[in-house]
């Protein structure tokens, strides 16, 4: 069945951003050394990579759409076999693009006894690759204290089996009065599957900012629970609990009796935009998402010490700083004084999930050893 293909928002900044860029073009300082005089979008390719190509900073991505406004309506609907054009003239730049073969994307419901919805995989470009963010984007996340204690927990596996993976069935029961039913008879009940907290803590202040739940893997509601009668061994018919019963679809790791469960958020589709953020952030790397080594590399999330509630978005590029080392200057005959070396960037990072006073990033790249603690700021 067709349906529409995903228009992502622009904010007014970047629109407006374009718009000036559009009527004048980016001047050619500003280019990349070694920028293409034309490239051909092919598969694989990210809006990342293709912004490095033609410009230094790859974060200034409403620059590399205002030079092709007109031609690109929605920046976030560039396919492959589309080719970009790169015009010099009186000091300034300008793209121009060629149309792709082929046609908009399509997107299919498969239907079955129950309803589940499955898209096509949109050929449109991606802000950054696909596989690296989206495992992230289920497991990551950001809980009060005490939520996972209110949560529905597994309680039991069949033949007294002690650990559960994928294909296994499990036991589940609601706290007391919230018993774990079915939402909807004609859709599958999804959750995710957790366990314990971790507090997550300012390095400066050491003030905890957050709890991670770690995440195991993803199971579907078969059966809910439900109160029996059942006879007891004097005889006597009383009233019991029967737990609901899930299947594990996926696996991290192995669950087991006391995990928990969450509900499988509805999938948002985010315009993970490269950008500069417009208000200053000064912040701190927390920790390494899913590592107990405190040591960052390219590709890897880390959680970052801002969050919503300190402006922080989706799409934010931020420079990592390396901390100057401190050293005695004994340079001056009969001086001797304590400095500190400047901070110096070592990688940039681009935030693509946010809570309140944390956020989740992507590093992106790095030129030196980067570790839980360095500082995170606005690019330059």
């Known amino acids: 069945m067709p349906a529409a293909a995903q228009n992502f928002p622009i904010t007014p900044a970047q629109r407006s951003t374009a718009q000036q860029v559009a009527s004048r073009g980016v001047p050619l300082s500003e280019l990349a050394p070694n920028a293409p005089d034309s490239y051909t979008i092919k598969s694989g390719d990210t809006l990342w990579a293709i912004s490095g190509m033609f410009l230094k900073t790859p974060w200034r991505w409403p620059e590399l759409w205002g030079m092709n406004i007109e031609q690109v309506r929605n920046p976030h609907r560039i396919y492959p076999g589309q080719t970009l054009h790169l015009e010099k003239l009186d000091g300034m730049a300008r793209l121009r693009m060629g149309e792709a073969p082929g046609g908009p994307p399509t997107e299919t419901i498969r239907v079955s006894?129950?309803?589940?919805?499955?898209?096509?995989?949109?050929?449109?470009?991606?802000?950054?690759?696909?596989?690296?963010?989206?495992?992230f984007l289920n497991e990551a996340i950001i809980v009060g204290e005490n939520d996972l204690d209110r949560a529905p927990r597994i309680v039991a596996a069949p033949d007294t089996r002690v650990m559960i993976t994928r294909g296994d069935r499990a036991y589940v029961r609601g706290r007391n009065g919230s018993p774990l039913i079915e939402t909807d008879p004609r859709r599958v009940d999804t959750f995710r599957v957790f366990r314990n907290v971790v507090p997550l803590r300012d390095p400066l202040t050491s003030a905890i900012l957050g709890y991670e739940a770690k995440y195991l893997g993803n199971a579907e509601l078969v059966r809910s629970e439900t109160v029996q009668a059942v006879r007891m061994p004097n005889g006597e018919m009383a009233q019991t609990v029967v737990p609901a019963s899930i299947d594990v679809v996926a696996a991290r790791e192995e669950m087991r009796v006391g995990d928990r469960l969450l509900p499988e958020p509805a999938r948002v589709f985010s315009s993970y935009v490269p950008r500069a953020p417009t208000l200053p952030v000064d912040a701190s790397i927390v920790s390494v998402y899913g590592d107990a080594v405190a040591m960052v590399g390219p590709n890897q999330v880390v959680a970052i010490s801002r969050g919503t509630a300190d402006g922080v978005e989706n799409g934010h590029v931020l420079a990592i700083l390396k901390a100057g080392r401190r050293i005695d200057d004994r340079t001056q005959a009969g001086e001797r004084a304590l400095i500190k070396v400047p901070d110096e960037r070592v990688?940039?990072?681009?935030?693509?999930?946010?809570f309140d006073r944390l956020s989740y990033a992507l590093v992106l790249e790095i030129s030196d050893t980067v570790q839980v603690g360095d500082r995170v700021v606005n690019p330059r």
């Open 347 to 354: 990688g940039l990072m681009m935030v693509f999930r946010t």
């Open 113 to 135: 006894p129950r309803t589940r919805v499955n898209a096509l995989q949109d050929p449109s470009i991606p802000t950054l690759p696909a596989h690296v963010i989206e495992p």
